[in-house]
């Protein structure tokens, strides 16, 4: 075979050259098979005294150079060198054909893309979460252009519509979507021949278990002192009907409806109202929601004081107890309500230590600014699994 051929068969790096190549007493291949280093971006192509190829480090080799212009002009046959700025190998010899002596580019090394910032291994999403950003960063060694591409198993969107911009992936968790639902999302670096794909497990965590338009259970209501003489109540059904209208939401007033509770009647603290959701089997409750009802007047009556609680079979254990006050400025992720929240928009509130059981409650002792007014509310919602 020739030496021309020979050569043009290393730079096309036919990886697996079983035939006899012989170009000289200096670099020769007999039936070798050209050695493969395993990816690695820290290694290059040496010869040993025969002219056999393998790989050592960088470090080691016979001459590394930043620029194909620090290539010397003379240097000896047989001799490999590395080019940094352009990833290449040359080999130093002489041409029989044209009997003119130069480097020879025996082999381009193109790296796979390395990705910078990656993604977390699983993100846990409530199923009525806001859309949020996976925003990913690839480098190519070669300083090649970086393309960007997303897949998903399953292939179907109905758990969650991923859309992408550039190397921004907007996650968009499908609100019917059921607590366990799952998908594979893979986001492939491409740098134009070579690729790198980083994966990540998309998963519902939570969901809306009671209340809103996902009637899973069964509404309750009641008070520590129960006499129709004391309270009015609307039905509990109210507060989980996913309508905050006046006439949709759960009232606690005085013994006439619409009537304002006063010092004629007993105030929220005695009589301790609560509301609430009962399971056919367990569920852990993680969050719950608060949504004022309909009316310019809203935040007048919603509760400023109560105790989130569960039965464990025997009683109710406080989860989770609030006391919050009035804002003036809307503040959405205060703690406190304010006088310019619109009705429709609640108040999400995290419980530090959830459990597992059928049965919750909210048992309100405070509403408004007072101890003699009424309380309204127009959503309870339970998150969780």
């Avoid at 979460?129 to 300083?143: C, K, N, R, S, Y």
């Avoid at 520590?224 to 109540?233: C, K, Q, W």
Wanted: proline share 3%.
């Amino acid at each position: 075979m020739s030496e021309k051929g020979c050569l043009k068969d290393i730079r096309l790096q036919h990886l697996d050259i079983t035939r006899k190549c012989q170009v000289n007493q200096q670099f020769k291949m007999n039936n070798y098979k050209f050695p493969l280093n395993n990816g690695s971006p820290e290694q290059v192509l040496s010869t040993d005294g025969n002219g056999n190829l393998s790989w050592i480090d960088k470090k080691t080799a016979v001459a590394v150079y930043n620029t194909i212009s620090d290539l010397p002009i003379e240097d000896n046959e047989g001799k490999l060198s590395y080019v940094k700025d352009i990833n290449v190998i040359y080999l130093h010899k002489n041409d029989i054909n044209t009997n003119k002596t130069g480097w020879y580019k025996i082999i381009s090394l193109n790296e796979n893309p390395t990705f910078t910032t990656g993604l977390e291994s699983q993100y846990n999403v409530f199923n009525d979460a806001a859309d949020f950003d996976l925003t990913v960063v690839a480098i190519d060694p070669e300083g090649s252009g970086i393309t960007y591409s997303f897949s998903t198993n399953p292939s179907t969107q109905s758990i969650f519509t991923i859309s992408q911009n550039s190397n921004v992936f907007t996650i968009n968790p499908n609100n019917s979507a059921y607590t366990g639902d799952t998908i594979t999302l893979t986001i492939t670096a491409s740098d134009g021949s070579k690729t790198t794909s980083i994966s990540s497990v998309l998963t519902i965590h939570e969901t809306l278990i009671g209340g809103g338009a996902n009637q899973s259970g069964t509404p309750f209501h009641g008070a520590e002192l129960i006499n129709s003489n004391d309270i009015f109540l609307t039905t509990a059904a109210n507060a989980f009907d996913n309508n905050t209208s006046n006439n949709n939401t759960w009232k606690i007033e005085g013994n006439i409806p619409n009537q304002i509770l006063n010092a004629n009647d007993k105030h929220i603290a005695q009589i301790k109202p609560h509301i609430g959701y009962e399971f056919s089997y367990n569920k852990t409750v993680t969050k719950y929601r608060l949504m004022l009802y309909n009316n310019n007047n809203a935040h007048s009556f919603a509760p400023t004081k109560w105790v989130f609680e569960y039965h464990n079979g025997s009683t109710y254990i406080a989860l989770d107890t609030r006391n919050i006050g009035w804002v003036e400025t809307n503040n959405p992720t205060s703690d406190n309500w304010n006088t310019n929240l619109a009705a429709n928009k609640y108040k999400e509130f995290t419980i530090a230590n959830p459990v597992s059981a059928t049965k919750y409650r909210l048992r309100v002792t405070l509403a408004g600014d007072s101890f003699d007014t009424n309380v309204r509310i127009g959503e309870l919602q339970l998150i969780g699994y």
